[in-house]
């Protein structure tokens, strides 16, 4: 058991490393900042949405509102997709569709929300996690 926790401890250090190498400032640094943001707020809706968490439908709506508003941030960070004239336009055009996709389901969830009941968010929900996973897909480097 000692030892096991010492290799998550190592793991993690080592990871805290490999993010540490990144300038904050960078657009890479920036980009990543964004993406964890996503992932922390999609975290609380999607543990609501599964069961790992209660539903409660305020926490559910403000969230999904801020997961709303971060969908527009991260994409001025990627100026090999977004820039005027990128170096690849056909990576460009389906960058881009994919971050417009990934905001409209964010659109979506965030009026479904304002039912109140956990029926009417699964589904865009599902939505708006597939839609993070098909620009991954593409887009993450491993
Ligand atoms: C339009 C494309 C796109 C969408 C949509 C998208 N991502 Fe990403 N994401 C990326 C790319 C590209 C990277 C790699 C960025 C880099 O390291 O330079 C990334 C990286 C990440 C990372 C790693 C950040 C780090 O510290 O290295 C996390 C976590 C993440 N995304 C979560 C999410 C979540 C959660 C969603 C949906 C709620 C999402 N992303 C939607 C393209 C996208």
């Known amino acids: 058991?000692?030892?096991?926790?010492?290799?998550?401890?190592?793991?993690?250090?080592?990871?805290?490393?490999a993010c540490q190498r990144v300038d904050p400032n960078s657009p890479q640094g920036k980009r990543q900042a964004d993406m964890k943001q996503l992932l922390r707020l999609s975290e609380t809706l999607s543990g609501m949405t599964r069961g790992r968490q209660p539903f409660v439908a305020a926490d559910f709506a403000n969230t999904a509102r801020l997961l709303q508003q971060a969908a527009s941030k991260p994409w001025a960070h990627f100026p090999e997709y977004t820039s005027a004239q990128p170096a690849d336009a056909n990576a460009a055009k389906a960058f881009t569709k994919a971050a417009a996709?990934?905001?409209?389901?964010?659109?979506?969830?965030?009026?479904?929300?304002?039912s109140g009941k956990l029926e009417d968010v699964r589904a865009p929900m599902l939505r708006v996690e597939d839609s993070c996973s098909t620009c991954h897909r593409v887009f993450r480097p491993q």
């Not at 000692?2 to 998550?8: A, F, I, K, M, Q």
């Not at 996709?101 to 304002?114: C, E, G, M, P, S």
Request: hydrophobic share 60%; proline share 0%; no cysteine.
């Open 101 to 114: 996709d990934f905001q409209q389901a964010t659109d979506h969830l965030n009026a479904a929300a304002a």
């Open 1 to 17: 058991m000692r030892y096991l926790s010492s290799l998550v401890i190592l793991a993690m250090l080592l990871s805290l490393g």
